[in-house]
């Protein structure tokens, strides 16, 4: 269908104030990554271009430490939730069992207790479990994940029934058939809730303060909120370069997804 | 030798409510045997029972002699292939085909031999390297049946598996799964709702009900002897004309109240012991009185013309009768039409019973022709 050219122009314009309104708070805090501290105290355009943020950024925190930390607390939940929530999906559409669904429904039921609610309970554990500043205690209480298991489950009820069955004639076991063909057939939902899962936890802020005492495996987030606080007067510049730096990683894996995605979406409509 | 006996076969998912009855049934080696009903009256449930992918609620299956019925689905040594093929969407077609083999952890040199042979027989040569999405439904089909192939079970099991074709594709695998079974000597037990499918393809046929056994025969037997009303108008297209017959006086019946008929003296004898009476008559049977003089006359409600045969839509005492003639025939629907038919083409039926009294006899000339 042809749009007239008249409308086309207006849809267009409506598209750029959007983008602009969304998009003014990031592109702020882009420019003012590169501005000196006199330019942002006075308010005033960029005159001069500096790196000098970004320096003091890594000088003054373990800035480089935080993204690490980060890293490997957002990989580690990711392939965590991604083998539990799988495993359990398989046994919610493969295997009978009495109460199954019942059990399901009681699994997703969960979803609806909020994160902050379980919070206490959940910091009670890893303190008596010695959790507190290690990795195991920011990682493991979120490797169990109902709306993972929930999106698996019904993207694994695609799959046709016959394959299980042709694979049992063939001889094939449970294990062998989620590893051979499960997996592979529903990568493109493995791959948005690998996504999914990593930007979360990227961007989780109030378990890993609980749960951490000190710098050794605190988080990027975590990080910036020390920027900025720690003397009278914020210097903003630096605070601005903190956080570009954090939400270049996001960027990556949203791009690189995203095609990704494209790729394994198409594959799966033409059947 | 029989190859698969089933002995008083009962599938049930729920106490008291029973899929199948009471199933007894023998199938000898290298046997084509199609197993038919509608929708719903438990071919697949069987099939699958037999394929150990349903739990056997009662009786005993046995193959080769050996009790079978808690064994595993892979030790029963069979192949099956099913109405949406199965195919793995993310291999290729060799993999695909090769998919079992591996599980069962056969030689690689074997493995390709056997898939070059395959590959071969079933002309898929040129599509190894695709995936399945890539393949027409007849293409699919084939690495299906490659699958089973390669296995070298001495059973395969199919489950509708021409459902998902369009007519002329399904005429051709029709033709290539026979020739298929007799090269490799399969057993092969085959479900269909499609009568005309088990009509072609089967060496015998079982017709299901509700979950009970209509009658097993070979397929001309089913044709010209059914046992019951359900198989008589099941097997055959168009069905056979069927209507209730009524006694006039000693010597003469009616059916439908429209078509008067002579009484023999068997006749005579069987309208004594059976109250109610249901005749049917073979479409083909409804003939033109051309050699042989009218016996009645019926309005044409509807002509349609095949080519090769004339399709007619006959009023009898309301209902609407099918005859068949061979060739082409200039009939105008709404005119009377001289037909012949005898009563030896009529099959009798108890209509409480609803099974066969006597079957339509050829007195002098066999139906099937011998050369």
């Not at chain 1, 490797?143 to 299980?164: C, D, H, S, V």
């Not at chain 2, 998912?13 to 049934?25: K, R, S, T």
């Not at chain 2, 005749?279 to 409600?301: C, D, F, K, N, Y």
């Amino acid at each position: 269908m042809r749009i007239p050219f008249g409308r086309k122009i207006v849809t267009y314009l409506l598209l750029i104030a959007a983008a602009f309104l969304v998009f003014t708070p990031t592109m702020m805090a882009v420019v003012m990554s590169f501005m000196t501290n006199q330019d942002i105290m006075t308010g005033s355009l960029p005159s001069a271009f500096s790196l000098d943020n970004y320096r003091r950024a890594f000088e003054q925190f373990p800035l480089l430490h935080y993204v690490i930390n980060s890293f490997l607390v957002s990989i580690a939940i990711m392939i965590g939730q991604l083998i539990l929530a799988s495993l359990a999906a398989y046994a919610f559409v493969f295997l009978e069992f009495k109460g199954r669904d019942f059990l399901f429904y009681l699994f997703i039921a969960t979803m609806m207790v909020p994160f902050e609610a379980s919070i206490i309970p959940n910091f009670h554990t890893i303190r008596d479990l010695g959790w507190i500043d290690q990795y195991t205690g920011l990682t493991i209480p979120f490797f169990a994940m109902a709306f993972g298991t929930f999106l698996l489950r019904q993207n694994f009820k695609q799959i046709p029934k016959e394959l299980r069955e042709a694979s049992q004639i063939a001889g094939m076991g449970d294990v062998k058939f989620y590893l051979k063909v499960v997996l592979p057939v529903a990568k493109t939902s493995l791959i948005t809730l690998g996504v999914y899962g990593f930007l979360t936890s990227w961007n989780m802020y109030l378990w890993p303060l609980l749960a951490t005492t000190n710098d050794n495996v605190r988080t990027v987030q975590i990080g910036l909120r020390q920027l900025q606080s720690q003397e009278q007067m914020n210097d903003w510049g630096v605070i601005m370069a903190g956080a570009v730096i954090v939400i270049i990683p996001t960027l990556i894996l949203l791009f690189l997804g995203q095609k990704k995605l494209q790729r394994g979406l198409t594959e799966g409509a033409l059947k | 030798m029989s190859y698969i006996e089933l002995k008083d076969i009962t599938k049930s998912y729920h106490a008291g409510n029973n899929i199948l009855e009471q199933i007894n049934l023998t199938i000898e080696k290298g046997e084509f045997f199609v197993l038919v009903g509608p929708s719903g009256s438990g071919k697949s449930t069987l099939l699958r029972m037999i394929a150990g992918l349903e739990d056997i609620t009662d009786g005993v299956l046995k193959m080769n002699e050996k009790v079978v019925n808690h064994l595993q689905p892979k030790d029963r040594n069979l192949s099956m292939v099913f109405q949406n093929y199965a195919l793995y969407p993310h291999l290729s077609v060799e993999q695909n085909i090769l998919f079992g083999l591996k599980a069962k952890k056969v030689s690689k040199a074997e493995q390709q031999k056997r898939l070059k042979e395959t590959a071969e027989m079933m002309g898929l040569s040129e599509l190894l390297d695709r995936k399945p999405r890539q393949l027409s439904g007849g293409q699919r089909q084939r690495v299906a049946l490659a699958r089973s192939v390669v296995s070298e079970a001495p059973l395969c099991l199919m489950d509708e598996p021409l459902s998902n074709l369009d007519a002329k594709l399904r005429a051709q695998m029709r033709v290539e799964i026979r020739r298929l079974q007799k090269q490799l000597g399969l057993t092969l037990i085959y479900v269909t709702h499609d009568q005309v499918e088990a009509m072609t393809m089967g060496d015998r046929i079982m017709v299901l009900n509700d979950g009970e056994i209509q009658q097993v025969g070979k397929p001309i037997t089913l044709y010209n002897e059914p046992a019951n009303l359900f198989v008589a108008s099941f097997i055959g297209s168009p069905k056979m004309n069927m209507g209730k017959t009524e006694i006039k006086d000693v010597s003469n019946f009616l059916v439908n109240k429209t078509l008067s008929f002579s009484a023999d003296v068997r006749m005579q004898k069987a309208f004594q012991v059976h109250k109610n009476i249901i005749a049917g008559i073979r479409p083909e049977h409804i003939q033109p009185a051309i050699h042989q003089e009218a016996t009645h006359s019926l309005e044409v409600i509807h002509v349609e013309q095949l080519g090769n045969e004339t399709s007619l839509a006959l009023d009898v005492g309301g209902e609407l009768w099918t005859a068949k003639w061979p060739g082409q025939w200039d009939i105008t629907a709404g005119n009377q039409l001289e037909v012949y038919i005898s009563t030896e083409h009529l099959s009798f039926f108890d209509a409480q019973t609803e099974a066969l009294i006597r079957p339509a006899s050829f007195s002098g000339h066999g139906e099937v022709q011998a050369i």
